[in-house]
């Protein structure tokens, strides 16, 4: 993905800065893990995975 795209995207709930893991782009804030299809986010709530306690520690 894009480091300059990265840089401008935000976490569509609270606007908050994503991370980069593994072809998802992660909110530690809203706990949610946002795929990336072929270079293109999905930024669709109802597309995220909810992420774990666990996972979110991590981070």
Do not use: N
């Amino acid at each position: 993905m894009d480091r300059k795209l990265l840089e401008i995207l935000v976490c569509p709930l609270c606007k908050g800065k994503l991370l980069l893991k593994k072809q998802e782009l992660i909110c530690k804030f809203d706990r949610l893990a946002f795929p990336v299809h072929d270079d293109i986010p999905v930024m669709l709530e109802h597309e995220a995975r909810v992420l774990s306690l666990e996972e979110k520690d991590s981070l």
